[in-house]
Every structure is written in C-alpha cells, then in structure tokens.
C-alpha cells in the first residue's frame, strides 16, 4: 500500500512538473469555463499576473468574447481535433494572438468533475506577418486594377482617334481602309484584355464570349449594318 502511495504521488509530482514546465501555455478549466489551474508560462502572458479561479473569458479580448462563449459548450464536450482561433488581453490594453486546443481531462487532484485541459498558443507574429502579406497583396490587387483601368483606357481612345481620323475629309479610300483595320486590331485587343482581366482565373479564356464581342466590335467599327451574322460558337476554354 505504501508503495502504491509513493508511486500515486511520484505521478502526481511528475505531471506537476510536466504541467508547469511546458513551453506553451497550459490551463485546466471546468464546465463553468472557470481556471482551476494555470502553469507559469501562461502566467507570463499576462506578466505573471494570477488568472486562476477566474472565468477564461475574462482573459479573452473583447473582440472575441463572442466566438468563445458561442463555441465554448461544444468544445468543452468534445475538443478533439478542434481549435479556438482567440486573441486573449495583454496588459498593454491590447491583446495578443493565439491558438488555443483542447483535451479532456476527466479529473484532477482537486475535482471529481471532468476537466478540459486547454493548450495556448502564442502565434502573434504569424499572425501579424500574415496580416501585413494580406495588406500587401490587396494594394498589389488595387494597383493592378489601376493598371488595367488605364491600359484599357489608353486602347479605348487609340481606337476612338483611328476611327475619327478614318472619317477625315481627305482621307482616301485605301487610307480609310488601312486605319480601320488599324482599329479592328486595337479593338481585338482591347476585347481580349478586358476578357482576360475581368475574370478571376487569369490562365483561361471562354472562346464563345470572346469571338461573340470581337465580331460585334469589328461590325461596330466597319458599319456593316445590311446583314446580320450567325453565330454558332462551341464554348471552348483557351
């Protein structure tokens, strides 16, 4: 009996050990959502500051308080596989950012009642290099689109100056010709960019739309108003 004594309690030391010397940050809480136990390196996140028998959701951020509450019951029930994406308080009146995993614990020392042993996670600069990527990419996006707006300006008004010129009071036929072919081309590109960029996926392009809108420009810019075309386009991508 001794013997089985002085093993319970090498256990117990032992796992208090682990427990409080973790990397991460460690808490066991009950069903109420109440700390029933934290470990130092969860303690230095809030500068030692004691965290235990109050709600854990007194040490999440405001911004998140409803995700943890709305989440928490089936969590709680049943961790496995799960994550709480959450940014706790930090005593700067800001907050850092965590990830924050669980596992059931059916008792501990001091509780008969079942436990949800909570690891957290400090992943705040991830998280803020993934932020500043995500602002990086969207003022790429923005000048993109900026980009195109003004190419696709630029060919809209070469191809508007050619067909004025081709209505020019000197203008020779042959001339005439020649510029408004000049204008079929520019409007051939000007329909293939805008196709091209109006859609997400860059690497593909739908023949049927794009033939459809070339034909009616080429028929806008050369004024063949006596017939009509048929158009019977398999939609191909490209």
């Known amino acids: 009996l001794q013997d089985s004594q002085f093993q319970i309690n090498q256990s117990r030391e032992h796992y208090s050990k682990l427990f409080d010397f973790s990397p991460g940050g460690l808490a066991l809480i009950d069903s109420s959502g109440i700390i029933r136990k934290a470990n130092s390196q969860l303690s230095k996140m809030f500068d030692g500051q004691s965290i235990v028998n109050k709600p854990f ?31 706790l308080k930090d005593n700067d009146s800001g907050f850092i950012y965590t990830k924050v995993t669980g596992t059931s614990f059916e008792h501990s020392e001091n509780s008969k009642e079942p436990q949800l042993l909570l690891a957290v996670s400090d992943i ?9 990527i995500q602002k990086l ?24 100056l050619l067909k004025q010129t081709s209505e020019g009071v000197h203008c020779t036929e042959d001339a005439k010709e ?61």
């Open 57 to 87: 959701e007194s040490i999440v951020y405001r911004d998140d308080k409803a995700i943890f509450n709305s989440r928490f019951r089936a969590f709680f029930k049943n961790p496995n596989e799960k994550e709480m994406h959450l940014k």
């Open 178 to 238: 020649t510029i408004l072919n000049a204008a079929g081309r520019v409007a051939s590109m000007r329909v293939l960019y805008e196709k091209l960029f109006n859609d997400d996926d860059y690497s593909e392009l739908e023949i049927k739309n794009y033939i459809t809108n070339l034909i009616d420009e080429i028929l806008q810019i050369f004024s063949f108003n006596d017939f009509e075309i048929d158009k019977d386009i398999e939609n191909i991508k490209l």
């Open 137 to 160: 990419l969207k003022e790429k996006e923005t000048l993109l689109k900026e980009v195109h707006h003004r190419i696709k300006n630029n060919m809209n008004t070469i191809e508007i």
């Open 124 to 132: 705040t600069k991830e998280k803020v290099t993934e932020l500043q």
